[in-house]
């Protein structure tokens, strides 16, 4: 492990930042970050299981991990940096003499220099998604995505693949970019995190870096067109009647709303088509519009 970064702090430790690299050298360099929001613990997790991984079996080329980019936001269990609540992932490409968190992703950009670099993320803290990777409509990127076998691969257009942050960064320096989202932030889902480590291997093999882990787990490869997204008709208390997974025909009933105070139930949530439920709102509160649930589209059997 070293340090490739460093700055003092008014009234603790110094910041750090962490990179883990393995590898023998010779072929691919790989980049994969995890911990820029710090209450995003299982892309943290699955980072750590596979630097695990690589202890044991040292791949072809290099790879180098950050597991935990905003340490400080971490202790607080905060997404953003804690001193003056900026988000480092909207600070790209950073700069070397600017704010705190503009250092910071400076760093992280330049010492992140690789063909195929993979920002890992959990969802939102109101949220919980399915593992997926995000990746453009075609191209080297999206073969990339598709080899990591995580259950849903999301083709989205350009303009919603972040043009900013540090994705827009790397693609804008001419690097390959995968966004990886999986489960809840602020919650520690180990089946979600080892789902995506084995993505992460997967795609290790196949830039013949490594072994495979097994066969893929994708049940969703979809456009945006093919994902039915249900918002609230009403303000009030979401109740979900399916988790992230699960298999659904249309006219199956996803969740209701009720009012908060009394229960009565105000509106009924039902899937439109076939498919799996790749995202299911955690935080029951809601208000008008707000999403509910995610459905990507699958042929039923």
Same mark, same amino acid.
């Given at each position: #492990?070293?340090?490739?970064?460093? *700055?003092?702090?008014?009234?603790?430790?110094?910041?750090?930042?962490?990179?883990?690299?393995?590898?023998?050298?010779?072929?691919?360099?790989?980049? *994969?970050?995890?911990? #820029?929001?710090?209450?995003?613990?299982?892309?943290?997790?699955?980072?750590?299981?596979l630097a695990g991984a690589l202890r044991v079996v040292r791949p072809r080329g290099t790879v180098h991990l950050f597991p935990l980019v905003n340490t400080f936001g971490a202790d607080e269990a905060r997404k953003r940096w804690p001193f003056d609540d900026h988000d480092i992932n909207k600070a790209f490409p950073g700069d070397p003499d600017g704010t705190v968190v503009e250092r910071i992703a400076h760093a992280l950009l330049d010492h992140t220099d690789a063909e195929v670099c993979v920002d890992v993320h959990?969802?939102?803290?109101?949220? $919980?998604?399915?593992?997926?990777? $995000?990746?453009? #409509?075609?191209?080297?990127?999206?073969?990339?995505?598709?080899? #990591?076998?995580?259950?849903?691969?999301?083709? $989205?257009?350009?303009?919603?693949?972040?043009?900013?942050?540090?994705?827009?960064?790397w693609r804008a320096a001419g690097r390959k970019a995968l966004h990886v989202v999986a489960g809840r932030g602020i919650t520690l889902d180990t089946g979600h995190s080892r789902t995506t480590a084995d993505g992460l291997n997967r795609l290790l093999a196949h830039l013949g870096m490594g072994h495979s882990v097994g066969p893929p787990a994708t049940v969703a490869d979809v456009t945006r067109g093919e994902v039915d997204t249900h918002r609230a008709d009403h303000g009030g208390f979401f109740v979900p009647e399916v988790r992230v997974g699960a298999r659904v025909e249309p006219g199956h009933l996803l969740g209701y709303v009720q009012a908060p105070i009394g229960g009565d139930r105000l509106g009924e949530v039902r899937a439109k088509r076939s498919g799996v439920v790749m995202t299911v709102r955690a935080w029951p509160m809601v208000h008008a519009q707000e999403l509910l649930v995610r459905v990507a589209g699958v042929e039923a059997g």
């Open positions: #492990m070293s340090v490739v970064f460093r *700055i003092e702090a008014p009234y603790r430790g110094a910041y750090e930042l962490h990179r883990l690299t393995f590898g023998t050298g010779a072929g691919p360099t790989v980049a *994969i970050v995890a911990g #820029m929001h710090g209450n995003e613990l299982n892309g943290m997790h699955a980072v750590n299981l959990s969802g939102a803290p109101h949220v $919980r998604e399915l593992p997926q990777v $995000r990746v453009p #409509m075609s191209g080297e990127e999206l073969a990339l995505g598709r080899a #990591m076998g995580l259950p849903v691969v999301w083709r $989205r257009p350009g303009e919603r693949l972040g043009g900013t942050g540090l994705l827009g960064a």
